[in-house]
Structure formats: structure tokens, C-alpha cells
């Protein structure tokens, strides 16, 4: 399993992807009121005292990226895709100061450019392809040329709202209608 030969530019998500993290996105949920069914970002924007819930978000988000550790097979994925010459970034809903802070946790902060990386402050949050279509004005390339791989359906629509190849990481593959590659670990893009 693999990416076409013409994706030479990726974009990673961070949580769950290329690191594994001890997130239990139900406690967030719990500790800024996000009532059931609601995107917590979207809600959380829509509040008054949002300021004051985004803070929330980040301490709980932050306690989180000093003990990420990399994902089975990031390093020699990340690796294999830098000597290949690709283009690595990373969109991400955290916020972008914890971007720094996950990587060198994880000990894959060497792998990517901190202009390449965008939280949720740079972009509309994903699943909005505003954050995939930034890193494609960077980098120039066309959108054919650009893959993204992530673990959750914000990441593969953001993918499909831009119009890239979308790769599902996740043991099922609960968004078919999105997804193009699905694969269960990082290990299987190295099987090509």
C-alpha cells in the first residue's frame, strides 16, 4: 500500500498520526461544555467567554504533547519520505505553539519545517480545506501533487474538500466515502 508516485507533497495531522498521544477527546469535550454531536472548536468560537475555553483547550492540550511519544513506524516513514525527497508539513486543530511542544516530545521535530506546520489559529480548523490549500499556495505545487494522512474524518474531509489523495490511519475504515488508501499503521505506506 502506497501513495501514487505523483504525491511528493505531504501533509501529516499530529495527534494519533505521527504521534501517539493519551488524548481522551470526551474529557475535553466535558471541560468546556461541548453539548453532544457538536464539533468542540466550532462551539467553542461561538461562545462569549471563548477566550477563557480556548485557555482551557490548551493546558488540557498541552499537559498531552509533553508525554507524545511517536507512532509505530513515523520515523521510518518520515524517513523514507525525506530521502525521497518529499515535502512534509503538518495540519493539525491543536494549537500551534503545542505543535513544537508534541514534535520534540515525540523526538520528530528534526523531520519538518516550523513554517510547514499549522495549527489552529493559522486556518480555519479542519475539516475546512483552508489549511490544505495554505500549504499548496506555499509550496507551489498542484493539488494532484499532495496527500494528506490522518486518523479521524476532520482529516480525510479536509483532504476531499481540497481535492487531494486522502489516506485513513485507523483500525476501521469508517469514512470510505473520504478516503482513498486506508491503511491500520504507518508501517504499511513502507511496504511499496
Not at 45 to 64: A, G, K, T, V
Not at 131 to 159: E, F, N, R, T
Not at 163 to 174: S, W
Request: proline share 4%; with cysteine.
Amino acid at each position: 500500500m502506497s501513495l501514487p508516485a505523483r504525491c511528493t507533497y505531504i501533509v501529516f495531522d499530529m495527534d494519533c498520526t505521527l504521534t501517539r498521544t493519551t488524548h481522551d477527546y470526551e474529557e475535553m469535550r466535558r471541560l468546556v461544555g461541548t453539548p453532544p454531536g457538536e464539533d468542540t472548536l466550532r462551539y467553542v468560537y461561538q461562545q462569549p467567554n471563548r477566550d477563557e475555553l480556548l485557555e482551557r483547550i490548551y493546558e488540557w492540550e498541552l499537559s498531552h504533547a509533553k508525554i507524545a511519544s511517536a507512532n509505530d513506524g513515523a520515523r521510518a516513514l518520515l524517513d523514507r519520505l525525506r530521502t525521497q525527497g518529499h515535502t512534509l508539513g503538518i495540519l493539525t486543530r491543536n494549537a500551534k505553539a503545542l505543535i513544537d511542544v508534541t514534535l520534540k516530545a515525540a523526538g520528530l521535530e528534526d523531520y519538518f519545517d516550523p513554517s510547514d506546520c499549522l495549527g489552529r489559529e493559522d486556518c480555519k480548523a479542519k475539516p475546512a480545506p483552508d489549511g490544505v490549500l495554505q500549504l499548496q499556495s506555499k509550496w507551489g505545487c498542484q493539488l494532484d501533487h499532495m496527500a494528506i494522512i490522518g486518523d479521524y474524518a476532520h482529516d480525510l474531509g479536509a483532504g476531499r474538500a481540497a481535492g487531494i489523495f486522502t489516506v485513513c490511519l485507523n483500525e476501521q475504515n469508517r469514512w470510505p466515502s473520504l478516503t482513498d488508501l486506508h491503511i491500520t499503521h504507518l508501517e504499511q505506506m513502507l511496504r511499496a
